[in-house]
C-alpha cells in the first residue's frame, strides 16, 4: 500500500535519550552496522537502501553493465532488481544527501531531483510504502524503528509519471530512452508474432484432422 500522506512527526530527543537508544540499537544489531554517538552530540550509523528502479539510469559507459544503449561516452541501462545498497551516514544528513550519495556511489549522472526516497514498514498486518520529504532524516528513523529491516527499510524509487521533472533530463538521455523503449516494443512484437503463429499452426493442424476424409 501507498501512502504519501502519511507521515511521522520528527521528535527533537535529548542526548540521554539518543544515548539510550543508541545502546539499545546496537544490542539488537546481527550484522555488525552499529551506531556511534559523537561528543557533539551526532551520531553516525549505516542505512540500507533498496533499488527499485523502472526507468534506465545514465552512467559512464566504462561502468556500466547489462542491457543498455550508448551515447557518446554515457549509457543507459537498467539496474537490476533488488539491488541494495548500503550507506554509512550521519544524524544530519537528509534524504535529499542520501539520494545524491547514492548516484554518487553507482557513478550515476542522472538529476537527482529524478528520484524519491521511500520507507516501507509493517502496521497491522499490511506494508505502507511512504514517500519522504526531502528534509527528513534517515538515520534519525533507522534508529526509533531499531535495526530490523522488516519493520522499516528504505527504497529509492524514480518519481511518479505525474511528478516526472522531463526537463531535468538531457537530450541525449531522452533519446537513449527512445532506443531502449524501441528496443523492447520489437522483442515484445517479436514475441507476439511466435506466440500467434505457434496457435494458427495448432488450428491449421486440428482443422486438417477435422476435415480429413475418412
Same mark, same amino acid.
Given at each position: ?118 520507507? /516501507?514498514? $509493517?502496521?497491522?498486518?499490511? +506494508?505502507?510504502?511512504?514517500?519522504? =520529504?526531502?528534509? &527528513?532524516?534517515?538515520?534519525? #528513523? *533507522? ?13 529509492? /524509487?524514480? $518519481?511518479?509519471?505525474?511528478? +516526472?521533472?522531463?526537463?531535468?533530463? =538531457?537530450?541525449? &538521455?531522452?533519446?537513449?530512452? #527512445? *532506443? ?35
Amino acid at each position: 500500500k501507498d501512502d504519501q500522506k502519511e507521515r511521522e512527526p520528527h521528535v527533537c530527543l535529548s542526548k540521554e535519550e539518543v544515548k539510550e537508544k543508541i545502546q539499545s540499537y546496537n544490542s539488537s544489531v546481527t550484522d555488525k552496522l552499529k551506531m556511534t554517538l559523537n561528543a557533539n552530540g551526532i551520531y553516525t550509523g549505516f542505512i540500507k537502501v533498496q533499488m527499485e528502479l523502472c526507468r534506465p539510469i545514465t552512467v559512464q559507459s566504462s561502468q556500466s553493465q547489462g542491457r543498455c544503449a550508448h551515447s557518446n561516452n554515457e549509457t543507459a541501462f537498467y539496474l537490476p532488481d533488488g539491488c541494495v545498497n548500503t550507506l554509512h551516514i550521519s544524524s544530519t544528513n537528509t534524504v535529499r544527501e542520501v539520494i545524491e550519495a547514492l548516484l554518487r556511489k553507482f557513478l550515476v549522472a542522472d538529476n537527482p531531483a529524478k528520484f524519491a526516497l521511500y520507507k /516501507r514498514c $509493517h502496521k497491522e498486518d499490511q +506494508v505502507y510504502t511512504c514517500k519522504l =520529504s526531502d528534509r &527528513e532524516r534517515p538515520l534519525y #528513523l *533507522r534508529l526509533v524503528a531499531g535495526p530490523r529491516t522488516e519493520m522499516l527499510s528504505f527504497v529509492l /524509487r524514480e $518519481h511518479e509519471t505525474g511528478e +516526472v521533472m522531463w526537463e531535468a533530463f =538531457s537530450i541525449p &538521455e531522452l533519446q537513449n530512452f #527512445l *532506443r531502449i523503449l524501441d528496443k523492447e516494443e520489437n522483442e515484445q512484437l517479436q514475441i507476439l508474432k511466435k506466440r500467434y503463429a505457434a496457435y494458427r499452426d495448432k488450428l491449421e493442424e486440428a482443422l486438417g484432422g477435422v476435415w480429413k476424409p475418412g
